[in-house]
């Protein structure tokens, strides 16, 4: 009996420590910036859920995208209605896996090659980017950035404000993981 | 099989069990269900109901946020039916210039001058609900004006003798439901106070309903159309027939600026001219061709 109690007391044991591979946070960063000389564009959203699995070196994002915060209201305004359309696509979304090997015991600064899709605006494209990850005690530390065009997820741009939007979006992300409990 | 072998094997096939019932659920749940469990429902607020802060001539519920203001121009050219000799109207102009500021999400306030009885005009809007769903679900948006309207023209006498005379007072509740990306409408029950009425006959207290909505022909051009129903008790007894304003436009939005063109049978472009003295009817053409311009500019860091 002792063995079997042994044996539940394990089994316990095995199921957190099987919680533990998986890090998250609710209140990652993302900010974009498409800036021209003409106009200042950049938003930021802190309300980016986003998960990593350190067993399977996979990671996640998801982030509403009328969460993003804009200086100005009324580009807030057209942001989401005649550019994301977030009343159509709500969530912008990452899911990949993290291609560089990372011993996540190191708590050293790791770069580290990132390769999944990416979804905004209805519309799905492979991405690689590079990330900077610092694993740690009890959290994961992690920051990148994405250079996207708006053509590439198919937003669309009228030709009297296209010299006022860059060419190219860069996204910043920040997040500082702890482990998940679910 | 001795016991103790018994026992091991026991142990072990309960060992295995334990690793493969704890583990497969957790690995089957891949990151993607995760984040979908974990993304709570939100509360979100409908935007942009209406592309500019008026639908036509009145009030929308659409207001300038904390520290946007806004410039707008509005001209009305005169009646369609003066003929040729007036080049249908085009000859003449009445214009309104006007400021709207947000000193809050929820408070806008205004001013204004217009050369139609050289009237100056002040209002506050004040955002009460706003349509929502998610967590908090609101079907309407809720937006209550006032504004006050001080007729400058020296033409008549007991307006110079007495500076209240002058004035006006308008209230209205502006209800208004965005139905989808295309189509928003708005219910605008409106009470003015004039204090002095052209004819012992005009009532000074009046009633009436404004219903406007917008459809949206591409995501930037809008449809708008605004009609007033202005209830007049005595109407008939009237040395002037006034009819109630009926406005069709178009809205084209290009970034900071949104242009208004219309028709309407209105000429003046606040409340009390145009729901209060509309005298032109577009049963014989007595429409005018106009237009409003707003510019927003911000004042954030």
Redesign the interface.
């Known amino acids: 009996m002792n ?2 109690l ?3 007391a ?3 044991f ?2 957190t420590a ?2 533990q591979n ?1 890090f ?1 946070t ?1 209140d990652a960063k993302i900010n974009f910036n498409s800036s021209t000389s003409l106009e200042d564009i950049v938003a930021e959203s802190n309300q980016a ?3 990593i ?1 350190i067993d399977k070196n ?5 982030v ?1 995208t ?1 969460s993003f915060k804009f ?4 580009m ?3 942001f ?3 550019y994301i359309e ?3 696509f ?2 912008a ?1 990452f ?1 990949g896996k993290i291609v560089t090997t990372i011993d996540w015991k190191s708590e050293k600064l790791v770069i580290a090659e990132v390769k999944g899709q990416l979804t905004i605006h209805g519309v799905t494209k492979d991405v690689t980017f590079m990330a900077q990850i610092t694993p740690g005690k009890g959290k994961i530390i992690a920051n990148a950035e994405i250079k996207v065009t708006p053509e590439d997820f198919a937003i ?1 741009i ?1 030709s ?2 296209r010299d ?1 939007i860059a060419k190219e979006v860069t996204i910043k992300i920040d997040a500082v993981y702890t482990p ?1 409990q ?1 | 099989m001795t016991n103790t072998m018994k026992d091991k094997l026991i142990t072990s096939l309960l060992v295995i069990g334990m690793i493969v019932f704890y583990s497969i659920p957790a690995r089957s749940q891949d990151l993607d269900a995760l984040l979908d469990k974990e993304t709570k429902p939100q509360t979100t607020y409908a935007a942009a109901t209406f592309k500019s802060t008026r639908i036509v001539n009145g009030h929308s519920v659409q207001q300038m946020k904390k520290k946007q203001l806004e410039f707008r121009v509005s001209h009305r050219f005169g009646d369609l039916n003066t003929g040729s000799y007036n080049f249908w109207g085009l000859d003449q102009g009445t214009i309104h210039l006007g400021l709207g500021y947000g000193i809050t999400d929820w408070l806008e306030v205004g001013i204004g001058r217009s050369t139609y009885e050289k009237t100056a005009d002040a209002f506050a809007k004040v955002s009460i609900l706003r349509q929502s769903s998610g967590e908090k679900n609101m079907p309407v948006h809720i937006s209550y004006l006032a504004s006050t309207e001080v007729i400058g023209l020296n033409t008549n006498p007991a307006m110079q003798q007495n500076f209240t005379s002058r004035m006006s007072f308008i209230q209205q509740i502006l209800i208004a439901r965005k139905f989808n990306e295309s189509l928003s409408l708005q219910l605008t029950p409106t009470f003015i106070h004039r204090n002095l009425v052209p004819t012992e006959l005009d009532k000074n207290d009046l009633f009436a309903c404004g219903i406007g909505g917008r459809y949206k022909l591409s995501k930037r051009i809008s449809l708008n159309i605004e009609y007033y129903y202005v209830y007049r008790a005595n109407a008939s007894s009237l040395p002037v027939t006034y009819y109630n304003p009926l406005s069709i436009g178009i809205d084209i939005e290009t970034g900071g600026h949104v242009f208004q063109i219309m028709v309407t049978n209105a000429q003046a472009m606040r409340e009390g001219g145009f729901i209060g003295k509309t005298a032109a009817s577009w049963s014989d053409a007595g429409i005018h061709l106009g237009f409003n311009i707003s510019r927003v500019f911000t004042f954030n860091k």
């Open positions: 063995k079997l042994l044996c539940v394990l089994g316990l095995l199921n099987g919680a998986r998250f609710k859920t986003t998960f699995d996979e990671v996640a994002f998801s509403l009328t200086r100005r209201a009324l807030e305004e057209h989401n209605e005649n977030s009343s159509k709500p969530k979304k899911s669309d009228p009297v404000v006022k998940y679910p």
